[in-house]
């Protein structure tokens, strides 16, 4: 069993920052991969980045490259999705997932443990 908890979301300017971080915890957590994806009202959830297990390989979705860093310090279990130059659109419910293995899938129903998710909301 794994636990996701989520933090750091929180009311921000267009063009401002926030760091989303996700504490992990359970079994193994340190090798599994994680990822963070966002939803809003009445659309699927999509993938954001993804982080393989020692943080030698990420993965961004198009519309946060050059925007966003994931990183993660395992000896704290904890992944961090540091965001730039926020725009309006990015407003959303932000969750971390993670899954077993390596692979930095996009498809949110590779990753098996999710947490609660941390609102993001960017005011223009």
């Known amino acids: 069993q794994v636990q996701v908890v989520e933090s750091g979301g929180g009311l921000v300017q267009a063009g401002g920052s926030l760091r989303l971080s996700c504490a992990a915890s359970?079994?193994?957590?340190?090798?599994?991969?994680m990822g963070w994806f966002r939803q809003t009202p009445g659309k699927e959830r999509e993938f954001v980045a993804a982080?393989?297990?020692?943080?030698?390989?990420?993965h961004y979705a198009d519309f946060v490259k050059g925007r966003c860093t994931i990183s993660r310090d395992n000896a704290k279990n904890t992944v961090y999705l540091q965001m730039n130059g926020l725009k309006p659109e990015d407003t959303a419910v932000y969750y971390c997932?993670?899954?077993?293995?390596?692979?930095?899938?996009?498809?949110?129903?590779?990753?098996?443990?999710w947490g609660q998710g941390t609102q993001v909301t960017v005011s223009s």
């Open positions: 359970g079994r193994s957590v340190s090798s599994r991969t």
């Open positions: 982080i393989n297990w020692d943080g030698g390989f990420t």
């Open positions: 997932a993670t899954r077993r293995g390596s692979s930095l899938y996009q498809e949110a129903d590779k990753y098996d443990y």
